[in-house]
């Protein structure tokens, strides 16, 4: 396969993997732009391990967290909240109806990310891939090098924990 190919057929998937893991629309685009140029640089070692998706998600993954030790590291935390948070209000304000509607999704979402938030890694990565990544148990197991199983037992006791999270008063009952 060769570059445009690759490009064209991978493009939104990579920028909606990593939407999912910043929730920025703006590191989004900027992460998968490096993303693809360091696939043009190294085209040349792809072995064939994985599918192609999964190899350009491993690389997206790794210029993400390497973006977020970097700007850790130069204090621009704060910065990085700013973008998200205006990425989510974008978002939302682009499909809004009313006032009440657009208090209601952004309540939704916020409850949803601090939910995430509390998660420990890898049961955060594991539900944030499936479930806003849309990617198989396959390849959430390649990405971390393991088995199909354990990205299946990943992310039912990563559902497990939100729903204590959720409502820990349920599950004492049980």
């Given at each position: 396969m060769d570059f445009e190919e690759m490009y064209r057929l991978y493009f939104r998937d990579v920028y909606l993997f990593i939407l999912a893991m910043s929730r920025s629309p703006d590191i989004a685009e900027e992460v998968t732009q490096e993303t693809f140029y360091k696939v043009l640089k190294n085209v040349g070692q792809y072995r064939g391990d994985c599918s192609v998706k999964t190899w350009l998600f491993q690389i997206a993954k790794n210029t993400y967290l390497s973006r977020l030790k970097k700007q850790k590291s130069s204090g621009s935390d704060e910065k990085m909240k700013n973008s998200v948070n205006a990425g989510i209000s974008d978002g939302e304000s682009a499909a809004a109806d009313t006032p009440e509607s657009i208090c209601i999704r952004k309540d939704e979402a916020l409850s949803i990310y601090k939910i995430l938030h509390y998660l420990d890694e890898p049961y955060k990565e594991v539900f944030t891939l499936r479930t806003l990544g849309e990617l198989s148990f396959r390849e959430i197991?390649?990405?971390?090098?393991?088995?199909?199983?354990?990205?299946?037992?990943?992310?039912?006791?990563?559902?497990?924990?939100?729903?204590?999270?959720?409502?820990?008063?349920?599950?004492r009952r049980e």
């Open positions: 197991g390649e990405i971390f090098g393991r088995k199909e199983g354990w990205a299946r037992v990943t992310y039912h006791r990563a559902r497990g924990k939100i729903r204590e999270l959720i409502s820990p008063d349920e599950d």
